[in-house]
């Protein structure tokens, strides 16, 4: 079988960055900066409370009504959902797949893995998100378009680690159409 | 309009244009991440040079809504490390991640259930071990033009000018 290759975007770098600090300048101008990690939190508050209100309303953070409510955030991140679905579709990019082209080139074509890798990741992910005060877009993103202190030690711990993680998981090059 | 509708809707934006970007593709985000493909870090750059000039913008329009993190420095140098394993493991991020899990990819779905249990520990941990490090070197919510008392625009300017510069420099010929 022939191996596959990265394929290129739908769009080109330089408008594909407009668009995002275009919508980062929106969202700031009517709201707030983009964020997201702060609502996988709040999801998890609303299933505690659930089982234990007591829990929620004594805990030093999640007592927070920003916690407790499907507020702008919460909305923001169905949105997300809805855009990429919608745009996936649209454009017939839209595609059941399980790995991708660089984990099958360097672990194979076991799903197992990748799976299990990704859990591991996904949960350091958020738990790193949530300990910085927030992710790529709401620390990163939005710490360079307000220049916050904050980003500074975060951009470079991210990626510093994160290029030193791909180094060590990735050590071979699938082929990558440019 | 409510806040809920114009969350949605600037949602749906991000949601697009992190999928025809390609930072929603975690090839290219690995890609970028090893120095073999730089198409997401020219988008990211482009996505940050232009937020950091418009925010400028709005600042001086009165018109921008800032939120800026506190600058607890050991706390948020810990999370960009954690975050960026699993940012180089996987090759998503929290918004990424649910992009790409709605475009299909079942393996970005296992890990937004991993970013679930994250933030379950997250809570578990919050009070013992997070505020005690949140304490250790924090400056609150500071920006760089408030603790150097360099203006704004003199940040925003040469950044931007020497990013688009770097930009077209290193373009494809």
Redesign the interface.
Known sequence: MEEPSVKKSPLPWWSAGIILGLIQVLAIGLTKPLGVSTEFVAANAKLIKAVDEDYVKEHPLISEEKYQKFGYGWWFNLGIITGAFLTATMIRRWKIQKTTIWWRTNHGTSVAKRFIAGFIGGFLILLGARFAHGCTSGQFASGWAQLSLSVVPFTITMFGFGMLTAYIAYPKIPKIIK | MS??????????????????????????I??T????????M??????????????W??EIAG???????????V??????????????????????????????????L??????????????LI??GI??P?DAIAN?K?????E?SGIA?GF??VPIFVGGIVA?VLTR?K
């Open positions: 806040s809920e509708t114009i969350g949605f809707i600037i949602g749906s934006l991000f949601g697009a244009a992190l999928f025809l970007g390609g930072l929603a593709d975690p090839d290219k690995i890609g991440l090893r120095l073999k493909d730089y198409h997401a020219r988008t990211i750059a482009v996505f940050v040079l232009v937020g950091m000039l418009g925010t913008i709005l018109v921008a809504h800032f939120s800026v993190k506190p600058a607890a420095m706390a948020i140098a810990i999370g960009g490390a954690l975050l960026g394993i699993g940012f180089g493991l996987t090759g998503y991020c929290p918004g990424t991640g649910l992009a790409c899990a709605a475009s299909g990819r079942l393996d970005a296992v890990t937004v259930a991993g970013m679930l249990l994250g933030a379950w520990v997250f809570i919050y009070a997070v505020q490090i400056f919510k500071v920006t760089l033009p603790i704004r940040w925003v930009l494809k």
